[in-house]
């Protein structure tokens, strides 16, 4: 097997996001590799339903959401050591954003968290599932614990 170059963190600033942060720092560190950081800012729907479906509820709440990602991404590169040209922080589906953001920088270690949901949580779909099924490279799903 041949060493990792270039692992990618791809983190949701949840609870347990230190814990996955640690373990990439920790591979990182390991095989002498790259770090680098991704956040995707999820492009859920917010609807006013007072003017039916094709409203946005608040159209400036995408930008606010991005500021406060970018905040939150820059403090966790900041405790990982890493630099702002291996930081991204994107728009849109996780799983489809965290495949290209990989593909497009030869990333050959993915790191993510997985809640390791079954039935219909699963079925909902899952970032980790999704990035585990489409990624071109190994993807490491850290096991969270549920509450």
Known sequence: MQNYAHILLATDFSDNSNLIADR???LADSFKAKLS???VVDNLPIMDTAYGPDIPFDIDLTEELM???KIRLTKLAGQLGVPASSQ???????KLEIVRVAEENE??????GSHGRHGLALLLGS?????LHYAKCDVLAVRLKDD
């Open 37 to 39: 950081l991704l956040h």
């Open 24 to 26: 990439a720092k920790a």
């Open 88 to 94: 991204w922080l994107e728009f849109g589906s996780p």
């Open 127 to 131: 970032t980790a599932n999704g990035v």
């Open 107 to 112: 990333v050959d270690l993915i790191v993510v």
């Open 67 to 69: 500021k406060a990602a």
